[in-house]
Structure formats: structure tokens, C-alpha cells
């Protein structure tokens, strides 16, 4: 088990740019989530999939934010056009998914994007 | 629809006090409700979890037990020690978490 890892642990960007971010669950978890966390919140749900399927979008903040896992294993979020309010930390969890959603969660430490 | 209210922060504890951190939640059945812990410089993990109405959670000497007539999952350590300084988070199956308590405690 070497947890969930994200890269990059930091992205400066100007406004407008377009931001990806990777993240690499753990290799036997089926479910992989992401999260935004601003200072003093909790992880905000963004999207999650399980395998490939991307079972849950509507919580993605805007259009201009979106996610893949193409092969079921590794995930990427872009952000596009990216604004001053999408300076946070992004999160990336794993698990082995259920229908109970009984589960907990395998978190990464995170991406902190800073827009200026 | 489903949320979480957690108890505010922060909190300042002598070593050896008895910690609560206050959790409620709204939710229609009976979801699985979870305890996590970011210490510093760390990510979340998890610390404990219940599935099912009456189930107590336990690891670490932290206890929560899923009351579901008070829709409540409160977080207890009868003895605080400096090592459990960290912020907590509860959270409603993997989509909502509170705001998360920030616990220090002092020698």
C-alpha cells in the first residue's frame, strides 16, 4: 500500500491559465473522489468514479472544471480559465467502493493551486 | 437533504482533559458516518467509523457512538494527550464533511 499520491503538491498560475492535476489512487481501490478544501472548511465534494465511470458531476463548481480516469487507474482535474476563487487545496481520495458507501476514505495530501 | 454540523473550533485542552467534539447530521436512512483526523502537515485519515445505528466507533482511546434519535455522532477521549493536537472532521459517507474542530492541546 503506498496511498494515494498527487502531483503537483503546489501550482501557481495566472488567471485565465488552464491547471491539471494527477492523482494515483491506491492500485487495488476501485473509487476514486476529489475534493476542494478552502481554509477553515471541510473537503468539498467535487466528482467521484468508480473504475472508468464517472457516476457523480454535478457538484463540479462550474463548466469550466472537469475530470477523467481513462483507465480506471490514475485521475486527472482540469481546471480552465482558472480565477482568483479557485486558489484552495484540491483533495484526491480512494476506496473500495460499495453500494453502502460504508467505506473510508484513503486521502492523498493534496494539490494547493494559488491564482494570481 | 444530507448534511453535517460540527462543533466550532478551536479548542484548547489541558493534557489528561476530556475531549467532546459535537457532530450532528441530516440524512434519510441510516448512512455510514465517519470520524477523520488531520494532524499537521499531514492529510486525512481516518480515525474511527460506525455503519449502523448504536454502532460505537473506537480507535486510539476515541470513541463515537451512531445515536440515531439525536442524529448525533459525537467524538469523546476520556484523556487528551499532546500527541492528539490536530483538526477533526466529520463526515456523512464519502460526500459531506463538517467544517472541521482544530483541537490543541497543551502540556
Known amino acids: 500500500d503506498t496511498g494515494v499520491s498527487q502531483d503537483p503538491r503546489h501550482k501557481i498560475t495566472k488567471r485565465g491559465q488552464n491547471v491539471t492535476f494527477r492523482c494515483d489512487p491506491i492500485?487495488?481501490?476501485?473509487?476514486l473522489y476529489w475534493y476542494r478544501q478552502t481554509l477553515g472548511q471541510g473537503p468539498e465534494f467535487l466528482t467521484y468514479f468508480q473504475n472508468e465511470a464517472q457516476l457523480e458531476k454535478s457538484r463540479l463548481l462550474s463548466d469550466r472544471f472537469s475530470a477523467e480516469r481513462p483507465k480506471g487507474s490514475f485521475s486527472t482535474l482540469e481546471i480552465q480559465r482558472t480565477e482568483q476563487g479557485d486558489s484552495a487545496m484540491y483533495l484526491c481520495?480512494?476506496?473500495?467502493?460499495?453500494?453502502?458507501?460504508?467505506?473510508?476514505?484513503?486521502f492523498g495530501n493534496g494539490t494547493r493551486l494559488t491564482v494570481t | 437533504g444530507n448534511s453535517v454540523t460540527q462543533m466550532e473550533g478551536p479548542v484548547t485542552l489541558s493534557e489528561e482533559a476530556f475531549l467532546t467534539i459535537n457532530c450532528t447530521y441530516t440524512a434519510t436512512g441510516y448512512p455510514s458516518l465517519f470520524w477523520y483526523v488531520q494532524y499537521p502537515g499531514e492529510g486525512l485519515q481516518l480515525l474511527l467509523k460506525a455503519t449502523k445505528a448504536d454502532d460505537k466507533g473506537s480507535n486510539k482511546g476515541f470513541e463515537a457512538t451512531y445515536r440515531k434519535e439525536t442524529t448525533s455522532f459525537h467524538l469523546e477521549k476520556g484523556s487528551v494527550q499532546v500527541s492528539d493536537s490536530a483538526v477533526y472532521f466529520c463526515?456523512?459517507?464519502?460526500?459531506?464533511f463538517g467544517t472541521g474542530t482544530s483541537l490543541t492541546v497543551i502540556p
Open positions: 481520495a480512494s476506496s473500495l467502493g460499495t453500494s453502502a458507501h460504508n467505506s473510508p476514505l484513503h
Open positions: 463526515a456523512l459517507i464519502q460526500f459531506y
Open positions: 492500485s487495488e481501490h476501485n473509487r
